[in-house]
């Protein structure tokens, strides 16, 4: 039997400092089939060059886009092109790296869960920040699975795994907002797990770098009312993806619930602005509030939220 093919994309921009060592952790995964599409995001000779030494292995495919597409819509493209004929895809952004072993580990473990969306591993970070990032499995029914990431899910761990393709194919690609793509990753996975479990691997198997230019950094570095604002559109974001699997009006009012707890941070430290909004003031937190429910109001795949409760 042929093994499953799997698909790798690595979207990069200005990461001509870090996409070789990306490439050779990859090249060296053992005991699967897999191919490998770089997007190169618009023109950036510098990256183009650091990549074109591995051009000359049949696995490896380079792309340059004709203009700039920005992070998520070149992850969008690259997992689309690597997902051509693939069973399996994962993302590989460039500055990180992977264990010789990742994609064999994974790979296995979707084998022993065929329910599976999504297979990942716990990651350390490194480079300005040191630390053990680990995500639960998310699993049980859609409902179930979209109320957990509401409540108790925030870091994109998942993001970084092994994604079936029918799961890939059966929901929207992962897409932006007009918050500088703020936690569009995060997003992204409720939206997979209406597709099937997110199980993790429980191992050290990936290494995601941190670095002052990295996307992660400029998301820390914004004005209170840019953090107060991507939240808010996250939130509702969150909200949207869960409320497409509720069948009930009891499970509607219960993700309508787990949407406010989680922009007020009211049961949990969840997301990189938690420090800022539990120290606003209830006035501001008020205004959060109204500006969460119309935002919703205005917003087709959501709808005003009352409205959302006289349904049977």
């Excluded at 690609?173 to 099937?196: E, H, I, K, P, Y």
């Amino acid at each position: 039997m042929t093994a499953p093919l799997i698909g790798v994309g690595i979207p990069t921009w200005h990461g001509a400092g870090f996409v070789a060592q990306t490439l050779e952790s990859v090249l060296k995964q053992t005991g699967v089939r897999f191919r490998i599409v770089i997007s190169i995001d618009g023109a950036d000779g510098n990256t183009e060059c650091a990549c074109l030494p591995f051009a000359s292995d049949p696995k490896v495919q380079i792309v340059v886009q004709s203009q700039r597409l920005g992070w998520v819509r070149n992850t969008a493209a690259v997992l689309a092109s690597a997902g051509e004929q693939a069973e399996f895809v994962c993302v590989q952004p460039h500055d990180d790296w992977i264990e010789a072993d990742y994609l064999a580990t994974l790979l296995d473990s979707a084998g022993r869960h065929p329910d599976a969306a999504v297979i990942f591993s716990d990651l350390a970070a490194f480079g300005t920040h040191h630390e053990i990032i680990s995500q639960q499995s998310v699993i049980g029914t859609p409902y179930e699975r979209q109320l957990s990431l509401l409540t108790s899910h925030f870091n994109a761990v998942a993001y970084r795994g092994l994604i079936r393709t029918s799961a890939l194919k059966a929901v929207p690609m992962l897409s932006g907002n007009g918050w500088g793509d703020f936690a569009c990753d995060t997003v992204w996975m409720a939206r997979l797990a209406r597709a099937g479990n997110l199980v993790r691997v429980p191992r050290i198997l990936y290494h995601k770098r941190y670095h002052a230019n990295s996307t992660h950094t400029e998301w820390t570095a914004r004005h209170g009312w840019q953090k107060a604002g991507a939240w808010i559109r996250h939130c509702l974001d969150m909200l949207a993806e869960a409320l497409s699997v509720a069948t009930t009006t009891d499970q509607r009012r219960e993700l309508i619930d787990a949407a406010h707890g989680r922009l007020c941070l009211r049961h949990t430290k969840l997301g990189p602005y938690a420090g800022y909004i539990k120290a606003l003031s209830p006035i501001s937190r008020w205004g959060m509030r109204a500006a969460f429910e119309a935002g919703a109001a205005m917003r087709p795949d959501i709808g005003p939220l009352w409205s959302l409760l006289d349904r049977p």
